[in-house]
């Protein structure tokens, strides 16, 4: 199905189903502990043997020498990997360093070896008898120091580096109320609770991995690419994953080692990466250094929007698209953005849930509000002043759907965003207490996604699509589109997903799996719903509902049309060009209590409220536990996230999970959530856009402008850790 | 992880003769830290000696009027004792501001004496690491030390030592018990207990090889209104920036001991002589002669304002 005009009304607006508060489906399954995750699959091939990864232990420079007797020599060893005996591999397209690294090291923990043994303790203590040599050479690790030998990159995913309207510098010169100033973020890791992992078995020249990853046909086009075999040969399943965050949108280090373990071992090889290896070994958000310009008139309005921002990334890597959203978020005549791009020998930059924004209104939205503050308004009337219904850049393309003054003005009400004080007038005890705001925005992005729906005689309808569930409840939105679409009951909806076998979906990543897979799974049932009225002979505008078809006088059950053998129906939708006619994008608001202790500085986030415009919801449910997941990460990276980088050595130090602090429960005593009614029917018949990471847009500068706001100390570091605030609190009584 | 035999031994004299049998033996107790190290190899004993069933874990009064706590108490068990909570309540205080739940139900009274350092480099087998490798350098000093000692350090070593209970410990003036491989009993003042790190930073307490800790005593109480205040950048399950652990009595003389300083507790008794003028004179005389990097002299003044908020706290 090709959408290219938008959607009229649709089965889908029923809204008996879709539109729903609903309990995950697979939920019991987690909750039980039966939902069977990657490393866990020990029933999909016999005789698995432990494959553990010996990362390098340099950051850049050369093996000299490897010497592998006395790991051959040790209990259970059955073969050990490197890219000296592991044949000619490729790089994969998404991939900037090599998986499997030798002799040439990029960055620390590099894969250089996998070691197979009978048993993971065995190939655990085998790993580390691996003896290497190594030259090491010289690095670039530091970023405020490479920015001077940044350069322009080329352009990404269609996003150009430099963007430029009106007249910039003339406008600002010329501003009433101006500010410049520097803001950085540093390096952030996905920190998902699911390690990465593979179990791999060959049949033959037939490879087929379990594994754990966002985006399966990506991820096989990338393996056979590596391992220069035919996609057709390489069957990928990832049925629940556990967490992702962009982290496990490529092939790491586990698949491609795991597919060469079983084929050196001629065995099924499992390969988990130790938490150290996921935050050296695989891919983070890169820190960010970003300037940002705003010229204002006294009352006010942007005449002038300068961001720039400069990142880091291996040789062949990308940017961190920090100054995406500021080409669409206010009004503002002259413009102008910049993306520069250095050499750094750190592990490899990637996205991380929100890329690009996350980060950019990390700087973006503290900027505003010391803007406000030099006019004197209320950051929240600012905002809604720079409103614009159009794109910026390109005012002949409007939004297709804009409703940030509303989620502004909504949440404000909400939150007693009236009873905010003046900076550093709050107290409650030995806490000084603020509030904080910041403008949500991240776009819709769609992709073409299919489906493949099935009818059995016992109107069961079993949808099959190789999208992924990350956590983010695509098993039940996918049910519940198919439920509303059939006419059945959510109990008669099964959902087979992340096999490759399956017709091709979106993915999880970039918030477009939503909509998109739930619009591929649309198409398909438009399919069978026309096959099962030509099937029972009945008139095309037949109704279906509560598990019948109905038409005139006529209603029968659902199931009928498959008495005679099973109904299937495949399709894949595929987008026109409404989203260059249309700006898609995602709005939101996100409010911040904050204390901090007088005393220590101590910061302790008190309420938080998102109010999000993102289209029609499809689950209520699992959209709240999204922003509230992301709100949790965005409260994270403003207080404690931080990859501690050895400028020295090339690594991130931190690397595990009580080094790279993410928030607990007693962080987030209170979060609330509010999702404007809205359906876009620019998007897709669903009229859904992405939520997942809008949630995390916008947060971490809400907490940084409550803390100023309770403080009166402006920190444009993150995180925004008490060091920062001490010499500068008020004194002590 | 090495490969390693394994005993379970019912008493102290079978757990110390086992040491003797086997160079290279560890004793293991609620293993929540032993087990992390050897998984990654920065332990590798040959032999672990289980002492966790040893009937070690009773919290008995002392003819002095103090407690006799087991060293096989679990933290958990420790901290909601009804005398160590109307009597020490410093002790409960700290203890439950460390680790989690799952952690104190194992973790054990000598065990958490002993944990080792969190200095990631420690973790970090690819580091230079005088605790770990003596001789191999520091890799701390001139990286990422941000968590790091600013009393007590020296050119070899500037980790911390990361117990909240042993703080509250050193407040309260223990000593620790142990029993040798002879059989030769001692009593260790906590004071006396750990080592500095000089030029040997791998040698972190005072113990002899196969040395086996049986108790902590605790002298009687000495009153005071107790607070401990561990500072950290997330609200729980995390380990201390710094923290203060105080007693301070109704005419504002106490006692005062720092976490997260230094390679032990930290306590100047000398300069507790100037609590009643207020945190800084105190914070000054504790810190005395304190060097910092470029990331971690925010410990100073932290320590001071801590100070000065328990302090307020205190009276109330
Ligand atoms: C995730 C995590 C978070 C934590 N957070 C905190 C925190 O915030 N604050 C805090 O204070 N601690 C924290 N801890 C540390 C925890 O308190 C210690 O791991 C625990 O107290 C160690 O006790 P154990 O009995 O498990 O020791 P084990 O791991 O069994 O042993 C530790 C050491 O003591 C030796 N040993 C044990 N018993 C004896 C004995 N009787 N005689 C002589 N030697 C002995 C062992 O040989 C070993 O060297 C944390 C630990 C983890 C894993
Ligand atoms: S501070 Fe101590 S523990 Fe840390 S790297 Fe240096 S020597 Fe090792």
Redesign the interface.
């Known amino acids: 199905m090709k959408f290219d005009t938008p959607a009229t009304t649709n089965p889908i607006d029923q809204m008996k189903i879709v539109g729903k508060p609903t309990n995950r489906i697979e939920g019991p399954l987690k909750t039980t502990g039966t939902a069977p995750y990657a490393y866990e699959r020990h029933d999909v091939a016999a005789n698995q043997a432990y494959g553990y990864v010996v990362g390098s232990?340099?950051a850049k420079g050369r093996i000299a020498s490897m010497n592998l007797d006395e790991a051959r020599a040790a209990?259970g060893v059955i073969a050990i990997v490197t890219a000296d005996n592991a044949g000619k591999l490729a790089k994969g397209n998404f991939n900037t360093a090599k998986l499997l690294g030798g002799p040439d090291i990029e960055h620390y923990h590099q894969a250089i070896a996998l070691v197979v043994a009978d048993s993971f303790?065995q190939a655990?203590?085998a790993a580390?008898l691996v003896r290497v040599e190594y030259t090491r050479g010289k690095g670039a690790y530091d970023l405020a120091a490479a920015i001077d030998t940044a350069i322009k990159p080329k352009a990404s995913f269609g996003t150009e580096p430099d963007t430029a309207v009106g007249n910039f510098a003339a406008a600002f010169a010329a501003a009433p109320v101006q500010l410049d100033a520097r803001y950085t973020t540093p390096d952030h890791s996905h920190a998902m609770m699911e390690p990465h992992a593979t179990i791999a078995a060959w049949e033959g020249d037939k490879l087929t991995v379990w594994t754990s990853n966002q985006m399966i046909a990506w991820s096989v086009g990338d393996m056979a690419k590596t391992l220069g075999i035919p996609k057709e040969n390489i069957r990928f399943d990832s049925p629940y994953i556990g967490g992702g965050f962009g982290g496990k949108l490529f092939n790491r280090a586990d698949v491609l080692l795991a597919a060469l373990g079983a084929k050196a071992s001629k065995r099924p090889v499992k390969v988990a990466l130790p938490r150290?290896l996921m935050i050296n070994n695989t891919t983070h958000r890169p820190a960010t250094i970003q300037r940002v310009r705003l010229g204002a008139t006294a009352d006010g309005k942007l005449t002038a929007i300068g961001h720039e921002s400069w990142s880091g990334d291996l040789p062949g890597g990308g940017p961190e698209t920090a100054v995406a959203q500021t080409r669409l978020l206010y009004a503002g005549e002259n413009r102008m953005t910049a993306m520069r791009l250095a050499v750094l020998d750190l592990p490899e930059g990637n996205a991380m849930r929100a890329p690009g924004e996350a980060p950019g209104l990390m700087a973006l939205e503290i900027a505003v509000d010391e803007l406000a503050e030099k006019v004197g308004m209320d950051p929240v009337a600012l905002r809604v002043l720079n409103d614009t219904q159009v794109d910026p850049e390109k005012p002949s393309r409007p939004f297709s759907q804009r409703q940030l003054n509303k989620c502004l003005e909504t949440g404000a009400e909400k939150f007693g965003w009236s009873k905010r004080a003046k900076p550093g007038a709050t107290r409650d005890g030995?806490w000084l207490v603020g509030m904080g705001v910041a403008a949500a925005f991240r776009n819709n992005l769609n992709g073409p996604s299919a489906a493949r729906v099935r009818l059995a005689k016992s109107g069961v309808v079993t949808v099959e699509t190789d999208m992924t569930d990350i956590g983010t409840g695509t098993y039940t939105i996918i049910a519940q589109t198919a439920a509303e679409m059939m006419g059945v009951p959510l109990d008669k909806v099964v959902v087979k997903l992340g096999d490759s076998s399956f017709p091709v979906s979106a993915g999880s990543g970039g918030q477009w799996g939503a909509n998109s897979s739930t619009a591929g799974v649309y198409a398909a049932c438009v399919k069978l719903r026309e096959a099962v009225v030509q099937k029972l002979g009945l008139a095309s505008d037949a109704v279906f509902a509560d598990g019948k078809v109905k038409a005139g006088r006529r209603s029968v059950a659902l199931g009928d049309a498959a008495a005679d053998g099973e109904l299937v129906a495949e399709d894949n939708m595929e987008y026109g060009d409404l989203a260059e006619k249309f700006q898609q994008s995602t709005f939101g608001a996100h409010f911040v209590e904050a204390g901090v202790?007088a005393?220590?500085?101590?910061i302790?986030v008190r309420r938080m409220l998102a109010v999000c415009a993102a289209g029609r919801i499809l689950n209520p449910k699992a959209a709240r536990s999204q922003v509230i997941g992301a709100m949790t990460m965005g409260a994270g990276a403003a207080?404690?996230e931080e990859l501690?980088?050895?400028k020295?050595?090339g690594f991130f130090?931190?690397?595990?999970l009580?080094?790279y602090?993410v928030?607990?429960?007693?962080?987030i005593p209170h979060q609330d959530v509010i999702f404007l009614d809205e359906a876009d029917p620019t998007t897709s018949p669903m009229k859904a856009k992405g939520v997942g990471e809008l949630g995390i847009c916008g947060v971490a500068a809400a907490v940084a402008n409550a803390i100023y706001n309770a403080t009166g100390v402006r920190v444009r570091n993150y995180?925004i850790?008490?060091?920062k605030l001490?010499?500068k609190?008020p004194d002590?009584? | 992880m090495k490969s390693f035999t394994y005993e379970r031994v019912d008493s102290a004299a079978a757990a110390t003769a086992a040491f003797t049998r086997t160079p290279g033996a560890r004793f293991i107790a609620g293993g929540t830290n032993l087990l992390d190290l050897m998984k990654l190899e920065i332990e590798t004993p040959s032999h672990l000696i289980d002492v966790s069933r040893l009937a070690l874990d009773k919290i008995e009064a002392t003819a002095e009027g103090g407690l006799r706590i087991g060293a096989m108490v679990r933290n958990t068990d420790l901290a909601s004792d009804a005398r160590v909570r109307r009597d020490y309540g410093l002790l409960t205080r700290a203890l439950v501001a460390g680790a989690s739940g799952q952690l104190r139900n194992k973790a054990t009274t000598a065990g958490n004496l002993l944990q080792r350092t969190r200095c990631p480099y420690f973790y970090d087998t690819n580091q230079p690491c005088n605790k770990r490798k003596p001789g191999s350098g520091c890799a701390a000093i001139g990286g990422f030390n941000r968590l790091h000692a600013v009393v007590g350090a020296s050119d070899a070593c500037i980790a911390t030592h990361p117990s909240d209970m042993a703080v509250a410990m050193r407040a309260l003036d223990a000593a620790i018990e142990t029993v040798d491989a002879a059989g030769k009993a001692r009593a260790i003042p906590i004071a006396d207990f750990y080592r500095a790190p000089g030029k040997t930073p791998h040698l972190e307490t005072v113990l002899a090889p196969g040395e086996l800790i049986t108790a902590v005593t605790l002298p009687k109480p000495v009153g005071g209104t107790h607070i401990y205040h561990k500072v950290r950048d997330r609200a729980s399950y995390a380990f201390a920036l710094i923290s203060v652990g105080a007693i301070v009595q109704r005419d504002g003389t106490g006692r005062v001991a720092l976490g997260g300083v230094g390679y032990k507790p930290w306590r100047v008794e000398a300069a507790e002589a100037a609590l009643p003028r207020g945190a800084k004179p105190v914070a000054d005389g504790l810190l005395a002669g304190a060097r910092t990097t470029h990331e971690n002299a925010y410990k100073l003044p932290l320590v001071e304002r801590t100070l000065a908020g328990v302090l307020a706290q205190a009276k109330g």
């Open positions: 232990a340099i209990p303790e655990r203590a580390s150290p030995r202790d005393m220590t500085g101590e302790r207080l404690m501690a980088v050895d020295r050595f130090v931190n690397h595990d009580a080094g602090e928030p607990v429960h007693a962080d995180p850790t008490l060091d001490l010499g609190l002590m009584v």
